[in-house]
């Protein structure tokens, strides 16, 4: 019986699989990969300083900056010229606050090869330093924990996390692109992330059916405030200098507004998620241990955790906003603004809609979850049969 049950599983877990993998494949045919931009950037690899020169610049206010050429040799690593030792140059314009480190020896760089205008020629020039790889290292070890924990589990969770970023990233942003309608591409991106994601980490199960059903529900909760109070606080959709930039892409027409709703969509769906199959899978294990079912006992038990995962996620949501917003608030709290201007500023409306919107998702998405799941574990009496997990 064991093994036969561990057969179904499998077979269950790669069908999920290929079907997760073909609508994604099917994703990005359909709508084209993301474009990454073209010039001649390389990876490369300082081998030597060859020296420096100094040029004195007049500034504005009449004062005299110093700037500064370095001058190195590097081996380039990726692109057509990979392979190549070339000389570039790092230039460090003063007139600026923060300036890039001098490079040194065995530095690891980002390259381009354009005109410079102090030396009348093409040259190799620095753009930043390399920073990928450590990026890389960082996220093979979160990929390492996430395997460690999470076991079999964390497999299925890494190769969602992969599937998603590969949605977002080839389908959804090149749709939008391309003058889909964002508002439905939002909406299919957030049905795959769920089903995909949530059936790659439990199986076909009540549980899992109890997590959907609640995370399509806080998503379309969400969705409805998200889309009503930005056209009742008259949301332009222009809230800093990227959106603006949106306005004047050649060749296509980008709707802001829905470009502001689908990010309030997409943001507040990893918290809905969390909250949803929380909820589902405690009531699952309650479902298994209690002797007498009963709807009223499982609402009960739903709703108290429910209201602990309340207080954690709008927490959450709300500091994470904040924080990838940090230096917007520092800059309004000592530009000395009037409290009511700042209140009403497009950029600042828009975060707190963000944060509330997807708050007010978590909020409805428990008691949904919750109604869900305690009439179907206590309508079902075969924990076996009917797919209760054990």
Known sequence: MKSKTKTRTFLERAAIVLISTAVAAWAWLQFGSFSTGSGEYALARVESVQGEEEVQVVAAEGSTVTNKYIYFSASLLTGSFSGLTVDAVQYQDNLYYVVADAV????????????????????????????????LLLVAAFFLLILLIGRSKGVATIYSLVLTVVVIFTAFIPSV??????????????????????????????????????NLGGILV?????????????????????FAS?????????????????????????????????????LNELAL????????????????????????????????????????VLLLAASGRDLVYMLNLEMIVAEVLKAVIGSMGI????????????????????????????
């Open 104 to 135: 040194q020896p065995g530095s690891r760089v980002v390259m381009i090869k354009s005109y410079d205008h102090y030396h009348g020629e093409d040259m190799w020039q620095f753009v930043q330093y390399d920073r990928i790889h450590y990026l």
């Open 246 to 282: 949106l306005m004047w892409l050649d060749g296509v027409s980008i709707d802001l507004q829905a470009v502001l709703w689908g990010g309030m969509v997409i943001g507040a769906l990893g918290a809905i998620m969390d909250v949803a199959m929380s909820i589902s899978s405690a």
């Open 363 to 390: 909020l409805f998405t428990v008691p949904l979850t919750t109604v869900f799941s305690a009439f179907i574990f206590n309508f079902t009496r075969n924990p076996e049969r009917e797919g209760i997990e054990k």
């Open 177 to 214: 692109l391309r003058g889909a309608n964002i508002y439905l591409s939002a909406i299919l991106v957030c049905s795959y992330t769920i089903f995909m994601t949530l059936l790659l980490l439990n199986g076909f199960s009540l549980k899992t059916l109890a997590a959907i059903v609640g």
């Open 289 to 328: 241990e209690m002797r007498e079912r009963s709807f009223r006992a499982m609402w009960r038990s739903g709703m108290n955790i429910g209201r602990d995962a309340i207080g954690t996620m709008t927490n959450t949501l709300i500091l994470a906003y904040i924080g990838s917003e940090m230096a917007t």
């Open 222 to 242: 969400s969705g409805a405030l998200a889309y009503y109070y930005g056209n009742l606080v008259k949301l332009t959709g222009v809230i800093d200098e990227e």
